[in-house]
C-alpha cells in the first residue's frame, strides 16, 4: 500500500518562499509520476505541477516562473520550491503519485499566503 505524507505548509506573507515536500512509503517514487495539485476554498482542484520518471515536467501557466517541482530520490520524495508567494497562492496543497497505473493522494498541506 503505497501512502503518501506532505509537509512543509504554513502562513508566509507575500513574496515569501516556501518548500513542500512529499515523501512518499510502500513503493519507490522515482518510478512513479508525481505532482502537486491545490484547492482553493469554493474552488475546483488544479494541477500545479508535475514531474515523470524522467524527469520531464510540467506546471501551470500562472506558476511556471515561480515555483519549481524536482524529486529527491534519497528521500523517495518530491518536492516543491514556491517563490514570490501571492495571497491567491493560498489553498490546501496536495501531492499525487502514480504508482503501477494507480493514483495515490497524500491529505494535504495548507498554504497561507497572507500579511
Known amino acids: 500500500q503505497v501512502q503518501l505524507a506532505e509537509s512543509g505548509g504554513g502562513l508566509v506573507q507575500p513574496g515569501g518562499s516556501l518548500r513542500l515536500s512529499c515523501a512518499a512509503s510502500?513503493?519507490?517514487?522515482?518510478?512513479?509520476?508525481g505532482g502537486w495539485y491545490r484547492q482553493a476554498p469554493g474552488k475546483q482542484r488544479e494541477l500545479v505541477a508535475s514531474i515523470t520518471s524522467g524527469g520531464r515536467t510540467t506546471y501551470a501557466d500562472s506558476m511556471k516562473s515561480r515555483f519549481t517541482i524536482s524529486r529527491d530520490n534519497a528521500k523517495n520524495a518530491v518536492n516543491l520550491q514556491m517563490n514570490d508567494l501571492k495571497p491567491e497562492d493560498t489553498a490546501v496543497y496536495y501531492c499525487n503519485g502514480w504508482f503501477r497505473g494507480q493514483s495515490y493522494w497524500g491529505q494535504g498541506t495548507q498554504v497561507t499566503v497572507s500579511s
Open positions: 510502500g513503493s519507490s517514487f522515482s518510478l512513479a509520476t
